[in-house]
T-cell receptor, first 111, second 113 residues
Framework: NAGVTQTPKFQVLKTGQSMTLQCAQD?????MYWYRQDPGMGLRLIYY???????DKGEVPNGYNVSRLNKREFSLRLESAAPSQTSVYFC??????????FGDGTRLSIL | DQQVKQNSPSLSVQEGRISILNCDYT??????FLWYKKYPAEGPTFLIS?????DKNEDGRFTVFLNKSAKHLSLHIVPSQPGDSAVYFC????????????FGQGTRLTINP
C-alpha cells in the first residue's frame, strides 16, 4: 500500500538547471497538490489539480509549472532553478472533503 | 501575512502528562481546521479535524478545541507518549471540500520519559 510516492528523494542542482519532480498516487484520488516547506515555515501550496485535466495556482506558484499527466500522476517542473527554490517539496492527494495524504518529500538543494 | 500561526516553535512534556498545542488564525472565512503530525524524513499525516459548527472533536487520546470568537484552536494529547514526539502542524481552509489548505509554522513536541 504505497499511497503517495515521490521521486527522487534527494536532488542537488546548479542554478539555471531544470528539473521535474514526480508524484504518483495509488488511492484513485481526484485531487493532487504540490507544497514546499522551508525552515521555520509551514507548508505552502504551489499548485494543485482538483481533477484530471485541471490545474490551478496556489500561494507560491512563481518559477514552477505543473502537469497532471493522468489521474495518478502530477509532476512539478522547475524550468530554471534558483537558490530560493531550495526546499523540501511535498506532494499530496485527496478526495473532496477528505484529508490530504502526503508523500515523504523531495529534498532539493540548488547551488 | 501569516494567516495561521503557531507561536510556540517547541514544547517539551513529560510522558503521561497532557500536551497542549496552540494555533491562532486571522482569516474569519476559515471554516475547517486540521492537525497533522510529521516525523523526520516523512510526510505529514492527518491526525484530527474540526468543523466550525463544532467546538470540540475527540479521537482517542487526541482532542481538538475550537474557539471561533478568539480565532484559536488547540490540540490536547492525553496521556502523552514517547511516540507522540513529532512536529505538529495546524491547517485551515474556507470549507471542508476546499482545495487550499493554509498551514501554520509547526510546533516540535518532545515527550520526555
Amino acid at each position: 500500500n504505497a499511497g503517495v510516492t515521490q521521486t527522487p528523494k534527494f536532488q542537488v542542482l546548479k542554478t539555471g538547471q531544470s528539473m521535474t519532480l514526480q508524484c504518483a498516487q495509488d488511492m484513485n484520488h481526484n485531487s493532487m497538490y504540490w507544497y514546499r516547506q522551508d525552515p521555520g515555515m509551514g507548508l505552502r501550496l504551489i499548485y494543485y489539480s482538483a481533477s484530471e485535466g485541471t490545474t490551478d495556482k496556489g500561494e507560491v506558484p512563481n518559477g514552477y509549472n505543473v502537469s497532471r499527466l493522468n489521474k495518478r500522476e502530477f509532476s512539478l517542473r522547475l524550468e530554471s532553478a534558483a537558490p530560493s527554490q531550495t526546499s523540501v517539496y511535498f506532494c499530496a492527494s485527496s478526495e473532496p472533503g477528505q484529508p490530504q495524504h502526503f508523500g515523504d518529500g523531495t529534498r532539493l538543494s540548488i547551488l | 501575512d501569516q494567516q495561521v500561526k503557531q507561536n510556540s516553535p517547541s514544547l517539551s512534556v513529560q510522558e503521561g502528562r497532557i500536551s497542549i498545542l496552540n494555533c491562532d488564525y486571522t482569516n474569519s472565512m476559515f471554516d475547517y481546521f486540521l492537525w497533522y503530525k510529521k516525523y523526520p524524513a516523512e510526510g505529514p499525516t492527518f491526525l484530527i479535524s474540526i468543523s466550525s459548527i463544532k467546538d470540540k472533536n475527540e479521537d482517542g487520546r487526541f482532542t481538538v478545541f475550537l474557539n471561533k470568537s478568539a480565532k484559536h484552536l488547540s490540540l490536547h494529547i492525553v496521556p502523552s507518549q514517547p511516540g507522540d514526539s513529532a512536529v505538529y502542524f495546524c491547517a485551515a481552509s474556507v470549507a471542508r471540500g476546499a482545495q487550499k489548505l493554509v498551514f501554520g509554522q509547526g510546533t516540535r513536541l518532545t515527550i520526555n520519559p
